[in-house]
């Protein structure tokens, strides 16, 4: 079945005139009924879930709107709080009072790192006692403790690209929009969306950053020095990015309307961006511009506005105007407290924003007290203010217990409705 077909068929259906003046008139508001399915118009509000009223309200920086009750980062200590008496039979969500998903997401463009298809094949590379060196399934060499892959950050000792002869033998073709590999769950992700869609949930693309993409290939270090050394190499790469990110979108935009394209960036630290302004706008904005423009005209519902959404890491301020002149953003998580991100104060200096984070993952740590005040001083500020979600600025530590993070949770609820 061809779902674009179907809609569109659907949608024309009711469009037709009869003679009969009454009988036009009603044919004429089933085909309004129809086209307000989500895809080619937004669904009214009555017919909205309850999650996707919140989120699109906190979109829309509505003041005093309740708080979305999103969950972010919990992989880091989920873990430890098992092994310290935290129920393991459990709803997750309704012990921490997590709304729904307000959204749907749209994957297959990778996040942290890029989207192979045939990944690498995992492998020990090297047996070290109690460590181990492993080829991961994007190329990379990382030392892992023996046993273990999450909950820890690992050490990476070798990233795929080197030169240009290991991108084409060892990367490039791996990033081929052509995989039929690709393809395979397309209808069935697609029949996901649409009725997504059909509750007024915001369809969210995600997609691994220019930057991000670009380190996941290369390394941190080794890329400082490319930008330098092979700035050829580096727009290949990033031309190769967009050729595939542009054709998994163009697909996925045949079947529905997209809200938002949310890009897994990291490209800030403690002290601000890793690589300078002039390097942002010579290595990745091209590229991302011309992506989001095809994105917007590509839209089937050409009326709704395309949110664009920046996760990155480190103090994030430098960056912000940047991304907004160039591709629009108007949505940043998750702004980091110990790198000097004051989601409060970034909030009055970019009234057109919408933030996620700012809960700072060192007071939850520390217990009742200290929680209280610190959300006391963020969270009836920006209810005020509108477009903010309370999250932790980064995953949470295994040094916040499961009960300090209830009680935040708790009091978020308390503060924001």
């Not at 490039?172 to 996901?192: F, I, Q, V, Y």
């Not at 915001?202 to 890329?223: A, D, F, K, T, V």
Request: a negative charge; glycine letters at 8%; proline letters at 6%.
């Amino acid at each position: 079945m061809n779902i674009e077909r179907v809609w569109q068929s659907d949608f024309h259906l009711y469009g037709y005139r009869t003679e009969d003046r009454k009988g036009y008139q009603v044919n004429v508001l089933q085909r309004h009924q129809t086209a307000a399915n989500g895809v080619h118009a937004p669904v009214p509000r009555e017919r909205m879930c309850a999650a996707a009223v919140k989120l699109r309200d906190t979109y829309n920086r509505v003041p005093d709107a309740p708080f979305f009750r999103k969950t972010f980062g919990l992989w880091m200590a989920i873990d430890h709080w098992y092994e310290t008496g935290l129920d393991r039979s459990i709803d997750l969500d309704e012990f921490f009072f997590f709304d729904p998903p307000g959204h749907h997401e749209l994957m297959e463009l990778g996040w942290c790192e890029a989207e192979f298809s045939p990944v690498f094949q995992e492998e020990v590379v090297k047996d070290l006692g109690d460590k181990e060196i492993v080829r991961d399934t994007a190329g990379r060499h990382v030392l892992y403790f023996k046993g273990r892959r999450q909950g820890f950050m690992p050490e990476y000792l070798d990233h795929p690209v080197h030169d240009r002869r290991s991108w084409e033998e060892e990367v490039k073709w791996r990033l081929d929009p052509g995989t039929p590999e690709r393809w395979h769950s397309l209808e069935a992700r697609m029949r996901s969306a649409i009725a997504a869609a059909g509750t007024g949930k915001m369809i969210q693309q995600r997609l691994i950053g220019g930057y991000m993409y670009l380190r996941s290939l290369i390394g941190p270090e080794n890329l400082l020095f490319s930008f330098y050394d092979q700035p050829d190499l580096l727009h290949d790469c990033m031309q190769t990015w967009l050729e595939l990110a542009d054709r998994v979108i163009a697909a996925h935009q045949q079947y529905v309307t997209l809200d938002e394209l949310y890009i897994g960036e990291d490209i800030c630290y403690n002290n601000g961006p890793l690589i300078s302004p002039d390097m942002i706008k010579a290595f990745l904005f091209p590229y991302y511009q011309e992506l989001v423009g095809r994105v917007r005209r590509r839209q089937i519902d050409r009326n709704r506005h395309l949110y664009v959404q920046l996760d990155t890491d480190g103090y994030a301020v430098p960056v912000i105007e940047l991304y907004r002149n160039a591709i629009g953003m108007d949505v940043m998580s998750p702004f980091e407290v110990a790198s000097g991100c004051h989601v409060k104060q970034i909030g009055r200096d970019y009234p057109w924003m919408v933030l996620s984070g700012g809960i700072d993952k060192r007071v939850l740590a520390q217990g009742p007290r200290a929680i209280d005040a610190h959300l006391q001083e963020i969270l009836p500020a920006m209810r005020r203010r509108g477009g903010y979600i309370p999250t932790c600025d980064h995953g949470v530590p295994p040094e916040v217990t499961w009960q300090n993070y209830r009680h935040y949770r708790l009091r978020c609820i308390e503060m924001g409705g």
